[in-house]
């Protein structure tokens, strides 16, 4: 596509469920990064993934936190037991190869947890 | 390790006056510097970066930032502000490529809103 999709735009969830946050890069892109975007507090880097390599998971902030990417495309950023603190704005970027080229991002997919 | 730190959440100007926006950051290994614009409900989008080479940087919308290395900053400005300018601007700094470690992790600052007045 065109640019860095992602799905839903918005989500409302009960605290206690899973959620799951899709992001569709740019094609032919290689590195694909997860960011959570509190007020205030800046973006938060959660995940990256390069190519075929072990994604590096250093920014999960609990085991709640998961992601994967399937066929070095698609991305799915699931949060499971979900709680308030977990509201934010959640944003997908990719690029060529790594970030410190030019980085796309998606409009994000904020989420309320009530 | 890589830290950035925006002077200023908030930052009003007069249409037509300088636009200054301030990034410091830390690096333990030469930084790769960006800043990145977010217009509201819409996503980042790269204004400029600095890599290596000429430390005067010029990017879109006639933004341009300057490497000060001695003073290890990266500050954002404009000559005349327009009130299409009015957004949340945000400073980046990554490691470059040679080396190790997790070289797409772009740290950002907090942002800075900037507010241009009629």
């Known amino acids: 596509g065109a640019g860095v999709s992602q799905s839903p735009s918005n989500k409302v969830t009960e605290k206690g469920k899973d959620v799951e946050l899709r992001c569709d890069p740019i094609s032919g892109h290689t590195a694909l990064y997860w960011y959570r975007q509190s007020l205030g507090q800046g973006l938060e880097f959660l995940i990256y993934?390069?190519?075929?390599?072990?994604?590096?998971k250093s920014g999960l902030p609990s085991d709640r936190f998961s992601a994967e990417r399937t066929g070095g495309s698609v991305s799915t950023l699931t949060i499971q037991r979900t709680q308030q603190e977990d509201s934010a704005v959640y944003l997908c970027?990719?690029?060529?190869?790594?970030?410190?080229?030019?980085?796309?991002f998606g409009q994000g997919t904020r989420l309320t947890v009530v | 390790a890589q830290s950035v730190t925006q002077l200023g959440s908030h930052v009003s100007v007069s249409e037509g006056a300088l636009v200054l926006l301030r990034c410091n950051y830390s690096?333990?290994?030469?930084?790769?510097l960006f800043w990145y614009v977010q217009y509201p409900n819409q996503g980042l989008q790269l204004l400029l970066k600095y890599t290596t080479g000429a430390t005067l940087v010029k990017g879109i919308n006639g933004f341009e930032a300057e490497f000060k290395k001695s003073e290890t900053s990266f500050h954002l400005t404009k000559p005349s502000a327009h009130m299409s300018d009015a957004a949340e601007y945000f400073c980046a700094v990554s490691a470059g490529p040679n080396y190790g470690g997790s070289q797409g992790n772009l740290i950002f600052g907090k942002g800075t809103k900037l507010s241009v007045k009629p």
């Open positions: 993934f390069q190519g075929n390599s072990a994604p590096d």
């Open positions: 690096s333990s290994v030469p930084p790769y």
């Open positions: 970027a990719s690029s060529l190869v790594a970030m410190n080229t030019e980085a796309f």
